[in-house]
């Protein structure tokens, strides 16, 4: 709220109970912020997403299935807003294969050789790969909300 000058602070439950939308309003510039924090789900808080996922890399105690449409929240929360001028979109990004981030893809990985010229096999952090993909849709999610 500090950064835009937001005076109206508000949370709010929802009826089901399933998540909490938390409000910064009167800002600067006609800008509002919202966070939605999803109640008992992990960190992959997507609608039917099982909480034992194949990027799953820690078990939350509790954890439940997302009955959440978070990628619903997110494009009301984006498309309530409008620009005043047409948008300079950038070129288009390369098409990711849908198992490119494949479990099994990611078991293991060749690493540089090593001085005497042989390779060396070590594993690969599936929440990295995971990470990657996640912050490859949020910053898709933050473009789109700036058009």
């Not at 510039?29 to 034992?52: I, Q, S």
């Not at 984006?78 to 979109?89: G, K, R």
């Not at 990985?109 to 995971?130: I, L, Q, R, V, Y």
Request: glycine share 6%.
């Amino acid at each position: 709220g500090d950064i835009n000058q937001c005076t109206a602070n508000r949370s709010s439950v929802t009826d089901s109970g399933l998540y909490a939308t938390h409000t910064l309003s009167n800002c600067t510039n006609d800008t509002r912020v919202e966070t939605v924090e999803v109640y008992n789900v992990g960190h992959f808080p997507y609608l039917g997403v099982p909480v034992d996922n194949q990027w799953t890399t820690m078990q939350y105690p509790g954890a439940i299935t997302p009955e959440v449409d978070t990628t619903l929240l997110s494009w009301e929360f984006c498309s309530s807003f409008a620009s005043d001028i047409e948008p300079t979109l950038p070129l288009p990004v390369e098409i990711i294969p849908a198992d490119m981030y494949d479990a099994v893809d990611l078991e293991t990985k060749m690493s540089p050789e090593k001085e005497d010229g042989g390779g060396k096999e070590e594993e690969t952090d599936p929440a990295s790969s995971a990470f990657v993909l996640l912050s490859t849709v949020f910053r898709y999610l933050a473009f789109a909300c700036s058009l």
